[in-house]
């Protein structure tokens, strides 16, 4: 029987920036790659604007169709290909085989790499796809597994020194954070699950304990749930235990009666989509908000991988689930030395919470001032326009100005913010060691306790907040007014001021 012919999946590969190419990339190993398939039919925009729908719902009209899959299935076992898993929910075929046969199956060739951040294969050209799957298939990951993101944490030091709780000028527990926000009292995030999304690093069950035991809070429930063969692997405290550590800290001094799922994955795109939608379709530990603090510019992203993660987010706005991001921590250059502007993804997403980052110094529990972060090029808090997403529905009436560069009218980034500033950041408990820890991946899990709270306040998941948030913002928000986040070497990019600004949106959210 002929084969059908081959097309581009369009959006399928980004060039290599850097590294020098291996040669002995072995083509008879063993990988998995996840096909994502389209929905049988698009999710309508008042499904999360107005009401949520339920999982029962979203598998019976929104989820993938078996008959799509069966096509897929088809597909790879032509090319020895065997499939390794199906959800349709997530809306994913995992399939299974040799990269050689999967080279032949979607005709492109893989090389191997070397760069600062170890060994990787990469494409060489678009991945391309059987014709007579050009509908159904929405993207393909996993044959290119560079690493894709970085964690957006930041350690205090003196004279490069990790800075003791004792030594801290100004540091505070994440729950005093709470008290001095003012985030509604007499609630726990009892009956919720706050997922957390990890691409590296662990933690130690003997830290947790010991540090809630030093607050004098109830120590949380926390689980360690394996993607694509990540796993709880902590380390040195130096290294990415120490994002892990500040999240599950964080979110479990808050709330400390939700339960705590991390779901570790891969630092590659195929492990980051995959945690994000098994934690939002996990009908096992159902999270209500999800706590992301990973990411990297928009520049850095293929097509694919940020319209098939911005439909992740946008399947968990309709179920509910509330999604909180880190907006980033080298100010309006993101990490990126070309001059110009950059906004972080996931954060740029219009469907979840970005969360900036402020320099907060308090006395007895008040605020005394409360400015944008931004200490340096490479200690401020992230924001901007986004040069892909379209500006969004809520942002309407919010002066979001266009992108600096490209006039592009876009999702303005953050939403709201918090203190991230590591000078007077948090005090954590890593791998034994006392440390302070700051950057906008301390945010992103506080909102996600602050969400937990709300949650069980309510009796109810809050889900997609944004109509509510930017329809009443000064009635939810402590407004931040001063600062700018101007670090490229150009000095451009936002100024705080009075409302929404691209360095801290509307300021501190404290209830809802």
């Known amino acids: 029987m002929k084969k059908p012919s081959h097309i581009k999946l369009a959006g399928s590969y980004k060039e290599i920036s850097s590294g020098e190419p291996l040669h002995d990339l072995d083509k008879e190993q063993t990988i998995e790659v996840t096909v994502r398939l389209r929905r049988k039919k698009q999710l309508p925009v008042e499904s999360f604007t107005s009401h949520q729908i339920t999982r029962t719902t979203y598998e019976r009209s929104y989820a993938a169709s078996t008959k799509d899959v069966d096509a897929i299935e088809a597909f790879a076992q032509s090319y020895h290909l065997t499939t390794a898993d199906v959800n349709l929910a997530r809306r994913s075929v995992i399939l299974t085989g040799k990269i050689s046969d999967f080279e032949e199956a979607f005709q492109v060739e893989l090389k191997g790499y070397q760069t600062e951040a170890g060994q990787f294969r990469a494409l060489t050209d678009e991945v391309h796809i059987p014709s007579n799957l050009e509908n159904i298939i929405a993207g393909v990951f996993g044959l290119d597994n560079r690493p ?5 944490f930041q350690v205090a030091k003196q004279q490069d020194k990790i800075v003791s709780h004792a030594a801290a000028p100004q540091a505070f527990t994440p729950d005093q954070l709470a008290t001095i926000y003012g985030f509604p009292a007499g609630v726990t995030g009892n009956g919720q699950c706050i997922a957390i999304i990890e691409l590296g690093g662990g933690f130690r069950t003997a830290d947790i304990t010991n540090y809630f035991k030093g607050l004098g809070i109830k120590v949380p429930s926390v689980k360690a749930i394996a993607v694509d063969g990540g796993k709880n692997n902590p380390s040195t405290a130096d290294g990415a235990d120490g994002e892990v550590m500040l999240d599950i800290e964080v979110a479990g001094a808050v709330a400390p009666g939700a339960t705590i799922a991390v779901y570790f994955a891969p630092n590659t795109d195929q492990g980051f989509l995959d945690a994000i939608t098994k934690a939002i379709h996990d009908t096992q530990n159902k999270p209500s908000v999800i ?4 990411g990297s510019a928009e520049v850095n992203w293929t097509k694919q991988a940020l319209d098939n993660f911005n439909e992740a ?3 968990a706005a309709a179920l509910g689930v509330t999604i909180c991001v880190a907006a980033g921590d080298s100010g309006s250059r993101d990490g990126e030395t070309d001059g110009k502007v950059h906004v972080d993804f996931p954060a740029s997403s219009p469907y979840v919470l970005a969360c900036g980052g402020t320099k907060l110094v308090a006395s007895n529990n008040e605020i005394t001032s409360e400015t944008v972060w931004h200490e340096s090029a490479d200690s401020a808090t992230g924001g901007g326009v986004s040069d892909y997403f379209a500006l969004p529905d809520y942002q309407q009436k919010a002066n979001v100005p266009v992108a600096i560069d490209t006039q592009f009218k876009g999702r303005g980034v953050p939403d709201v913010a918090a203190d991230a500033d590591p000078n007077t950041g948090y005090k954590v408990l890593v791998d034994g060691q006392q440390m ?15 969400i937990a709270r709300i949650n069980e306040q309510k009796k109810k998941p809050v889900g997609f907040i944004h109509a509510q948030l930017y329809a009443n913002a000064s009635s939810f928000c402590h407004d931040v007014t001063s600062g700018d986040n101007k670090t490229t070497s150009k000095k451009t990019g936002y100024s705080a001021g009075k409302g929404w ?3 801290t949106g509307w300021g501190v959210l404290y209830k809802l």
Do not use: E, N, Q
């Not at 894709?148 to 957006?152: F, K, L, Q, T, Y």
């Not at 706590?291 to 990973?294: C, D, M, Q, R, T």
């Open 148 to 152: 894709i993101a970085r964690p957006m």
């Open 501 to 503: 600004d691209a360095c």
């Open 313 to 315: 987010f946008k399947t």
């Open 291 to 294: 706590s992301i603090s990973w």
């Open 436 to 450: 302070v820890i700051g950057g906008t991946s301390a945010v992103a899990p506080l909102m996600a306790g602050l």
